[in-house]
């Protein structure tokens, strides 16, 4: 069984501050993507990273893969109000005929004016 | 149309009824997925359609059953279900080609009494 272990569970902060999020796995995966969800609607791609040690910039969002591509991390700068949201790390990989994304446990953000 | 839709948006339903769920996207994707989601927690996955065929089944009960009449639609018939069934019931569906990159509808939300 392929686990992701997403860190913090839970980050409240002021508007302005910066932030990073974990996803952490013993296993490598062939991409690992984040989404965004917010309350009462499905998650949202924001980025895939597929190269270890690949870096991707989305506005004030910066997503890396690691080196081995099991592990990846996301920082916020200047976080805003709209960043509050669910934040899930998910990893990619073939299980029997199917590909199956595998979510971490997700970090919820609650960023305050 | 990079939308996949749900209907619908809410139901309440007793645990001897019958309801069905139902999913659908233009967007051409082979891959469509049903998933369960409790208040803070990630998706879990219960079943995935490759091809219009069954491919994986997360050991859910025989309480819920998927359906894909086509390659645009998808199903999930409910039945005698129990209140710890209650949750947001995302579908979701990708081209399963090279990142399984996965749109997600806004999903149901579903309580059972």
């Known amino acids: 069984t392929q686990l992701l272990e997403q860190s913090p569970q839970f980050l409240s902060i002021q508007e302005g501050e910066n932030l990073t999020v974990y996803c952490n796995s013993s296993?490598?995966?062939?991409?690992l993507q984040w989404y965004r969800q917010e309350p009462g609607e499905g998650p949202v791609l924001l980025v895939t990273?597929?190269?270890?040690?690949e870096v991707k910039k989305l506005k004030r969002l910066t997503f890396q893969f690691g080196d081995a591509r099991k592990d990846s991390s996301l920082h916020i700068t200047a976080a805003q109000p709209g960043d509050t949201g669910l934040y899930l790390c998910a990893g990619d990989a073939l299980v029997g005929s199917a590909r199956q994304l595998t979510f971490g446990s997700g970090t919820q953000l609650t960023v305050l004016p | 149309d990079t939308e996949v839709t749900q209907t619908p948006k809410h139901l309440v339903m007793g645990m001897t009824n019958k309801k069905s769920l139902k999913c659908e996207q233009h967007m051409g994707h082979r891959a469509m997925y049903w998933y369960k989601q409790k208040a803070k927690k990630p998706p879990e996955l219960m079943f995935v359609y490759s091809y219009e065929k069954l491919s994986i089944n997360e050991s859910v009960p025989s309480r819920f059953s998927p359906e894909c009449p086509n390659s645009s639609l998808l199903n999930l018939h409910l039945h005698a279900l129990q209140p710890e069934d209650s949750a947001l019931y995302l579908c979701?569906?990708?081209?399963?080609?090279?990142?399984?990159?996965?749109?997600f509808g806004p999903g149901t939300r579903l309580t059972v009494l």
């Open positions: 296993s490598v995966f062939s991409s």
């Open positions: 990273v597929v190269t270890g040690g």
């Open positions: 979701a569906s990708s081209q399963e080609r090279v990142f399984n990159e996965q749109f």
